[in-house]
């Protein structure tokens, strides 16, 4: 990805999600972790779709009462998105059994519905 691109990310409250998909419940309770990550694996998003992202973080932020700008919380079982062939899925990092990603999400709109 380009760096100008994982600059915009950063600045949208969304780093770049590295590594194994499942994330430690004992992690999560203790550590602070990111309420957003675009997973490695995603293709670039437009400008557009890192304002959507932007969005849905800041909708994230209000869940779990944190201020506005907040990029992650104590606990927070981070909601990883990717962009594969043009189409957007979710999934949260402790999903260890069934699909790992969405299956029922195509656009950044269909994941922004899912998570409210």
């Not at 600059?7 to 999600?17: D, N, R, S, V, W």
Request: hydrophobic letters at 40%; a negative charge; charged letters at 20%.
């Amino acid at each position: 990805m380009n760096a100008a691109v994982i600059e915009k990310l950063a600045t949208a409250g969304c780093p770049i999600q590295e590594g194994g998909l499942n994330g430690s419940l004992i992690v999560h309770g203790f550590f602070t972790m990111p309420l957003i990550a675009l997973h490695e694996s995603s293709e670039e998003p437009t400008v557009e779709e890192i304002e959507e992202i932007k969005e849905i973080r800041e909708y994230i932020t209000t869940k779990f009462g944190c201020a506005p700008d907040a990029v992650s919380a104590l606990g927070a079982n981070t909601v990883a998105i990717r962009k594969v062939n043009g189409c957007w899925a979710y999934r949260r990092l402790t999903w260890d059994v069934g699909p790992m990603w969405s299956p029922n999400t195509r656009t950044l709109s269909d994941v922004r519905s899912a998570l409210y």
